[in-house]
């Protein structure tokens, strides 16, 4: 067999087997599942159960005799704020409000509470809203328009295609959803998988056990097949997850079933999605390589790669300010360069639609800058993989890029 | 056709010579011994060979040709400072490595039963490389060395830190070697170590060549004018000895320079003398590089 290839296959299969990596590729479905599971034990508890609240309340001004039945709350009258304490300190009421005389000019309503609160619960103060509109608006309008001016926008959006046809991609959180949690497993799995290689280097040159391999192999063979063997493992664990989805997804579907019917795939997103956790591992991989016959042990090239995992994950920081803007120019900056380019395609995917050329840009961006990176590394390898113990300065790194 | 050709080859880091135009050669079944002090330039030179590092001028062949992938295959390279895959076993650590010299599994885990029963390491067979003590490491990596069975072994201070049977066992089958015609490469500090194994040295020195040639040549170019003597009976004036030294367990006759050890013995036999031991006295290799470094630096 080639000698790459038996060092991809070694590679592969030294990853699959590390503990890391067995736990990681089984928690990200495993958490979803628990995620699942709480919220339906939460919802069961929050449904059907719940009891009815009594909260009293003192009418100074008169006129607040109707509707004192808000969803599970019961309104009950007190005459003066005094029996209404009496009743709160008896339990016989969770809460009470005023409406003093002077309600009509400032609108105060003032609440009594046992509890101690960061705020008022919005049920609560939704009830007692919707308590007070209707009483003050009743006899004067018609009861629909009561209903209307409580709950005036009801907004239906339709994206409509070119040709004036209804869109097949509608937007909104359903189409953002996976693409979100992609671009999530995306990052954790580029910034594992270069983790591994950075380590598997570090090792290999901590036990000296690199020359070994070089005196057998060359330093091309050798970086193509640690690369692309512990690829292959961390796109096996990015298809663990994939295939994992519409089955966590189904399992969902009971509790949250109509937000789920919503959730649909933007175009084109899985033929990108692969796309960009191959270009982005790869570029990542170059980039650890580098680090990593150039640090003096693993752990301080750990260290290292932070400083390119910060702009990876960067797009996931700003991704509600995309949502807000979607249009501004920052967005296709951070589509073009290739180190936040993959987390950033996939978010803007789910967000809006991303010009063709910026794709194809992007792209290129990617594949040059890999493909620059890859030859610096392999000049840089050669020369600090054998240096022990001791990290070059950055000028001696620059003059033996020049003297190659 | 040699072994190893080294021709001029110069190797600097960061504007400090390390390897200063070094030129030698390694022939087929022959240990030749690479020694000098630490930081001399040994390893610098070894890894030049092996093509891990490329030199800034001159060139090496090995085997009649320049490294190439393919001839990576014939060569058996044990460093420095060893280490395995601490968490695969010992086979599965040898398979990997010989499956890298063109070996294919079958036959490298036959071969690898072989080798670890012949230095005891069978029982050690399925267990992981850290469950390992260093010294059987160290016989593992020897085994991963020699399993391909290539033309040409280089061993990197082998027996550092390996106790005196493993260092025996080791020393034997690096004599096996070169009777089946390999040529074997020695790198050591520990000038004595060599003595008794090498046919052929380079001493080296701050990159540079100090000493080439037969091992025997030149220690007798170095020898001093004197014999060993371990005897029964009295010594009295014997003709031609200038001094002598009481040692332990022997005597030392220094010669004048007109007589030969063969004329000393003559007259020692004819004295009636019951002699033990007669032997030329040759310096250690230590000292041997002692003088040829001193006289170089006051050169």
Request: glycine fraction near 10%.
């Amino acid at each position: 067999m080639n000698k790459t290839l038996l060092i991809l296959r070694h590679e592969f299969l030294h990853t699959i087997k590390r503990k890391g990596f067995i736990i990681m590729t089984l928690i990200v479905p495993l958490v979803g599942l628990l995620a699942i599971g709480v919220l339906q034990l939460v919802s069961g508890i929050a449904g059907p159960a719940a009891e009815i609240t009594t909260i009293g309340y003192v009418d100074e001004p008169g006129g607040f005799q109707q509707f004192t039945t808000q969803g599970q709350i019961e309104l009950v009258r007190f005459d003066t704020p005094d029996e209404a304490t009496q009743a709160l300190v008896n339990g016989d009421i969770k809460e009470y409000f005023v409406i003093s005389s002077s309600y009509q000019e400032t609108g105060v309503i003032n609440r009594y509470t046992l509890e101690k609160q960061l705020e008022t619960p919005p049920g609560t103060s939704a009830a007692i809203k919707k308590f007070l509109t209707s009483n003050l608006l009743a006899g004067k309008v018609p009861p629909a328009t009561i209903d209307l001016i409580e709950a005036p926008l009801n907004l239906v959006t339709t994206r409509l295609a070119p040709t004036g046809a209804v869109a097949p991609e509608q937007g909104g959180y359903g189409n953002f959803i996976i693409p979100g949690v992609f671009s999530l497993l995306l990052m954790l799995s580029i910034i594992f998988s270069s983790t591994y290689l950075l380590q598997g280097l570090g090792d290999e040159k901590e036990n000296r056990l690199i020359e070994v391999l070089l005196s057998s192999v060359s330093v091309r063979q050798l970086l193509t097949g640690k690369v692309l063997g512990i690829g292959a493992a961390g796109l096996a664990q990015v298809a663990v997850w994939v295939i994992s989805t519409p089955l966590l997804l189904n399992l969902a579907s009971s509790t949250f079933g109509g937000f789920i019917s919503t959730v649909q795939l933007p175009a084109n997103f899985l033929a990108l999605a692969v796309v960009y956790f191959i270009l982005g591992y790869l570029l990542f991989a170059v980039i650890s390589a580098g680090i990593g016959a150039i640090s003096a042990t693993s752990r301080e090239g750990q260290q290292f790669i932070a400083i390119f995992t910060m702009p990876l994950i960067s797009p996931l920081w700003f991704s509600s300010l995309l949502m807000l803007f979607p249009d501004n120019p920052i967005w296709a900056v951070l589509t073009i360069l290739p180190i936040t380019a993959p987390v950033e395609v996939m978010i803007r995917l789910g967000v809006s639609e991303i010009p063709a050329w910026q794709l194809v840009v992007s792209i290129a961006v990617m594949v040059l800058s890999i493909i620059g990176i890859l030859l610096i590394t392999i000049r840089v390898f050669r020369t600090y993989l054998l240096m022990y113990g001791k990290r070059p300065r950055l000028g001696e790194v620059m003059r033996s890029l020049r003297s190659g | 056709m040699p072994a190893v050709e080294v021709n001029h080859i110069v190797k600097s880091y960061a504007d400090k010579v390390v390897v200063n135009d070094l030129s030698f050669s390694v022939n087929q079944g022959e240990i030749f011994g690479i020694i000098g002090p630490n930081g001399a330039g040994k390893t610098t030179t070894i890894r030049m060979m092996m093509d891990i590092i490329k030199p800034d001028s001159g060139e090496v062949t090995v085997l009649g040709e320049r490294l190439s992938e393919a001839s990576k295959n014939k060569l058996g390279y044990l460093p420095e400072e060893r280490g395995l895959y601490k968490k695969l076993t010992v086979i599965e650590s040898i398979i990997y490595l010989a499956s890298l010299k063109g070996m294919d599994g079958p036959s490298a885990e036959e071969k690898a039963d072989g080798l670890l029963e012949q230095t005891g390491m069978l029982p050690h067979k399925g267990k992981k490389i850290e469950e390992l003590s260093r010294g059987m490491g160290q016989i593992i990596q020897f085994i991963v060395t020699i399993i391909h069975n290539p033309e040409l072994v280089i061993l990197d201070e082998p027996f550092a830190g390996l106790d005196p049977v493993n260092t025996e066992l080791l020393k034997k089958m690096a004599a096996d070697l070169r009777s089946q015609g390999k040529a074997i490469i020695f790198s050591t500090h520990q000038m004595n170590e060599v003595e008794e194994l090498c046919d052929r040295i380079l001493m080296i020195n701050r990159g540079r060549s100090v000493l080439y040639g037969n091992l025997a040549e030149i220690k007798s170019w170095y020898r001093s004018n004197s014999v060993l003597l371990e005897f029964e009976g009295e010594l009295g004036e014997v003709p031609g000895v200038t001094e002598k030294h009481t040692r332990k367990g022997h005597v030392e006759l220094v010669l004048d320079g007109r007589t030969t050890p063969q004329q000393i013995l003559e007259r020692l036999v004819g004295t009636g003398l019951v002699i033990n031991r007669f032997e030329v006295a040759t310096p250690p290799l230590n000292e041997i590089f002692l003088k040829v470094v001193g006289g170089k630096n006051n050169e």
